[in-house]
C-alpha cells in the first residue's frame, strides 16, 4: 500500500498564492505518475494537474497559467504551486497516484489518492 499526505492549504486571499505539497511513501515508482484533483461543495471531483513519467505535465484549461506541478523523485513528493488564486479555486484538494496507464485526467487512472487539504479563497 501507498500512503500520500497534503499539505499546505488554507485561506489565502484572491489574487495570493499557495503552495500544495503530497508526500507518498513506497518506492519510488509509484511517484511517476501523480496528479492532484480538486472538489468543490456541491460539484464533481475535477482533474487539476498532473505530472507524469520523465516530467510531461498537464493541467485542466481552468488553472493553466496559474497552477504549476512539480515533483521530487528522491522524496517521493509532488507540488502544487498556486498563483493568482479565484474563489473558485475554493475546494478540497486531493493528490494521488498511478502505476500505469495514460489517462491523466481521469479519476480511475489513479490507484492510490490522499484524504485532501482544504483551500479556501476570499473574495
Known amino acids: 500500500q501507498v500512503q500520500l499526505v497534503e499539505s499546505g492549504g488554507g485561506l489565502v486571499q484572491a489574487g495570493g498564492s499557495l503552495r500544495l505539497s503530497c508526500a507518498a511513501s513506497g518506492r519510488t515508482f509509484t511517484s511517476s505518475r501523480m496528479g492532484w484533483f480538486r472538489q468543490a461543495p456541491g460539484k464533481e471531483r475535477e482533474f487539476v494537474a498532473a505530472?507524469?513519467?520523465?516530467?510531461?505535465?498537464y493541467y485542466a484549461g481552468s488553472v493553466k497559467g496559474r497552477f504549476t506541478i512539480s515533483r521530487d523523485i528522491a522524496k517521493n513528493t509532488v507540488y502544487l504551486q498556486m498563483n493568482s488564486l479565484k474563489p473558485e479555486d475554493t475546494a478540497v484538494y486531493y493528490c494521488?497516484?498511478?502505476?500505469?496507464?495514460?489517462?491523466?485526467?481521469?479519476?480511475?487512472?489513479?490507484?492510490?489518492w490522499g484524504q485532501g487539504t482544504q483551500v479556501t479563497v476570499s473574495s
Open positions: 505530472r507524469w513519467l520523465l516530467g510531461d505535465t
Open positions: 494521488a497516484i498511478a502505476i500505469s496507464g495514460t489517462n491523466y485526467d481521469t479519476q480511475t487512472t489513479y490507484a492510490y
